[in-house]
């Protein structure tokens, strides 16, 4: 396993305004987070009002630029979205404090942690929240709940940096798959099901994905369990008899 | 002795940018404070890059401006001052949290609580700083502290509404599946990968079983999962295009 950071990488998916990637990238560097993730900028990279609002933080200098959300999560192990609306998903909520509890201890069992953060439009888009491990939502006041990007920043910072020590409640799983191998299982699992015509009628197919895949994702399966599965899919789809064949492959 | 407020009022002690302004009344929104004053802002009022940056914040309405400190804190009886440098006075000085605790506990006793902001360029004065009950800290880092005015309102703010009682702090899974069903599930996705020729060597069965076993487990899946994985099993152990028949069984 390779060395991962003693911090969260934060993830800001399709920002529009510079200005709030700069003063994400400035409080980031006021509270000792390095690792800042820009996915799909609407306004192209660099940008000048990003740059004049980070204050210099060299956060922003070494921000990395995906374009794909998948790419600025590849490595990742344990994903946290933030969403003022959690929309009824089987996945564990959490307040910023308990999560940055959990994050210190999943960083301190080797895990590779992000935190992603929306758009100022709409937020994060359900395919993104999907893909998390856990809900992070910020106490906002319901009549008036729209926080701005870098003032979620702000806060999730703020409490990696305030937070006491991590408690004992995490359970580590060692050698957690990474977020592209388990998207090469879902795409090879979905693949077969399709071609099995499992997914009927067709116009629920992206429900009944999502549905399969917040199942796996819950389950923080390691490397090991990724193999094993993808294993099993290729022995049912080739038959009786001939899996032994293609397993030696 | 007039009705306080439940909550601190922010003062903004003369800031600069209007964007700051119009920032710290939105996240003063989010965070349900409704009371902001602002103490001799520089570029006058009202404050148009105020209200665009306010998002709609009834804060902003309801601000009142000063241009004396003395005018703003009238009626305060415990004053918080924020800033990253303690001046070596003879203050208390607390974290954020602590702080919030101390301004609940001063509130309760019939106080009128007031933070004070400073502003862009230097932070309070001492004179401001001077006439707090009690000096408020964020834990910056050293190198890189300079935190931007209304990312200090958001952190005080969120700590404000964050401090209340912790919600729960797991979202249960709703329907989680009984383990009869899930045992049913085990079974028969083991007998098709068995009729596969999945599990080779024949001596490794039990442990390959109880990895992919564990590995669903730690999941929790709910019932419906666990039909749609089932039948999922079905449909690709039938082949191509016959799911759909046995799917109406």
Known sequence: MTQNSATPAFILHTPQLGENIGAAARVMGNFGLPELVVVDPRDGWPNDKAVTMSAGSPVLGNARVEYRLGDAIHDTTRLYATTARPRGMEKPVMTAREAVSDMKAAIEAGEKVAVMFGGEKSGLPNEAVNMADVIITLPVDRSFSSLNLAQAVAVIAYEWTAGEGAPAEFEPVSDVAKREDLERMFEHFETELERAGFFHPPSKTPLMVQNLRNAFIRG?????????????VKALTLGRGKARIVRED
Not at 220 to 232: D, N, Y
């Open 220 to 232: 923080r399966w390691t490397e090991q369990e990724v193999r094993t599965f993808r294993g099993a």
